[in-house]
């Protein structure tokens, strides 16, 4: 028997409970171990109550969770950095092995806290930390741990693929798609981690972690959101066989690890343009297994709670068998790092213009003087002495590129507020 300890009754720790509860004994069966819930704490006893709980499993201290000696696997649900890390450090010096799903803390904190597990002979698991229900953490430890990734690209904020998808589908603005998101509860009251890539970034930190063996913190990722893009965006995309997805991107170069979440153009035939709504997909390329992509429900309480499930089951055979864990993380190095500005892409530009002559050779000298060549340039429509043009380039170095746009930002003809967006390679 192992007896857990779950911190937080939220919509995922609703739905651990729940899915232990239905299927806690078809699990046992097939490892040969009782999972018994000993005990559940939540500031909001009530929520506990309505669940069903037994009086005597719940609590509204943590301490009766963190120093139960009969508890030895702890399920860290209640999110956030604090008081979530020291709660999962108390767990590990009491010899509890952790599961959790809180990728801002693993992203943030991991490197600490896998320390402390790899110092008590423990694990911190953290599998629905990215990609909800998909297993991805698992598959890059073990399944693809022969090989070199050389990339990966995800998708992997279902908010934001949400939105991009209805603009798309419904033709709406980014504000009405996104209060149809929150209305289907896809995005928080306060969507701001999505909108801005937070949330994408702190999973690229963890996933980039282990693809390329490196330590590696939040700020290291360079981060656009998406509040700059338009339906008339995702409209002229798709005249030139591109759709917009919100990226994150993870590579190794020759000079370093490059980490980017941006709106990026991919085109219709790639696999990741037909992810939709609020899926997740995940697009790994290594030397000797190509390319391989893994795709599924991102989010939600029993996706969620599966991969959760899956950690508790790992925790407990290592209890059964007295595993020394040997932590995969604790191998991971310091890396160099390449800026933005170093990378080469092709972009996307659409901005308003005045319609008089003279303005298509100021564009031309201004990408001139920075060697950027354009690969195609469209003139939309006309609002009386107003042009819409849509330009794409060919590839070209982030920084000459960045030159050649301040210096078109600081034309006369041309307005405030135009849109830039990246290809996928």
Do not use: W
């Amino acid at each position: 028997m192992v007896k857990i300890g779950l911190l937080g009754m939220g919509t995922i720790g609703s739905g651990v409970a729940d899915l232990l509860k239905r299927n806690g004994s078809l699990v046992s069966k097939k490892i040969n171990i009782d999972l018994v819930l000993e005990r559940v704490m939540d500031r909001d006893l009530s929520r506990m109550r309505t669940f069903g709980l037994p009086e005597d499993s719940i609590t509204g201290d943590p301490d009766r969770v963190l120093e139960d000696p009969d508890i030895k696997v702890v399920i860290e649900l209640i999110g956030g950095l604090e008081p979530a890390r020291s709660f999962v450090i108390k767990a590990l010096e009491n010899d509890k092995y952790v599961v959790t799903a809180n990728k801002d803390l693993m992203a943030t904190h991991g490197e600490e806290l896998l320390a402390v597990a790899r110092r008590k002979k423990l694990n911190v698991f953290y599998e629905a930390s990215v990609g909800g229900g998909i297993p991805l953490i698992r598959p890059l430890k073990e399944s693809l741990i022969a090989d070199r990734i050389n990339r990966l690209i995800g998708i992997v904020n279902g908010t934001t693929n949400y939105i991009f998808t209805r603009m798309a589908l419904d033709q709406l603005s980014l504000e009405d798609a996104l209060s149809q998101a929150q209305e289907l509860g896809f995005a928080e009251a306060d969507p701001s981690n999505d909108i801005e890539g937070r949330d994408a970034a702190y999973k690229l930190v963890i996933l980039a972690g282990l693809a390329f063996d490196s330590i590696i913190e939040p700020g290291r990722v360079y981060l656009q959101g998406i509040s700059g893009v338009t339906y008339e965006d995702i409209a002229y995309a798709r005249e030139i066989g591109y759709v917009i997805k919100l990226l994150a991107i993870g590579e190794k170069l020759p000079e370093g690890l490059a980490l980017r979440v941006h709106p990026t153009l991919v085109a219709r035939d790639h696999p990741l343009a037909v992810v939709s709504d609020e899926f997740n997909a995940i697009f790994i390329e290594g030397d000797s297994v190509g390319e391989v992509m893994f795709y599924g429900p991102g989010a939600g309480a029993k996706p969620t709670a599966t991969a959760v499930l899956a950690d508790v089951v790992e925790a407990a055979r290592c209890i059964k068998h007295q595993c020394n864990n040997d932590l995969a993380e604790g191998y991971f190095q310091k890396t160099s790092f390449v800026s933005i500005n170093d990378l080469t892409s092709r972009f996307y530009m659409r901005f308003l213009a005045d319609d008089r002559p003279g303005v298509f050779a100021a564009l031309a000298n201004a990408f001139g003087d920075e060697q950027v060549s354009l690969d195609m340039v469209i003139q939309k429509k006309r609002i009386g002495s107003t042009a819409e043009i849509v330009l794409v380039t060919h590839k070209v170095k982030e920084e000459a590129f960045q030159k050649a746009f301040e210096k078109i930002m600081d034309l006369p003809a041309i307005k405030p507020k135009p849109s830039m967006i990246r290809l996928l390679d």
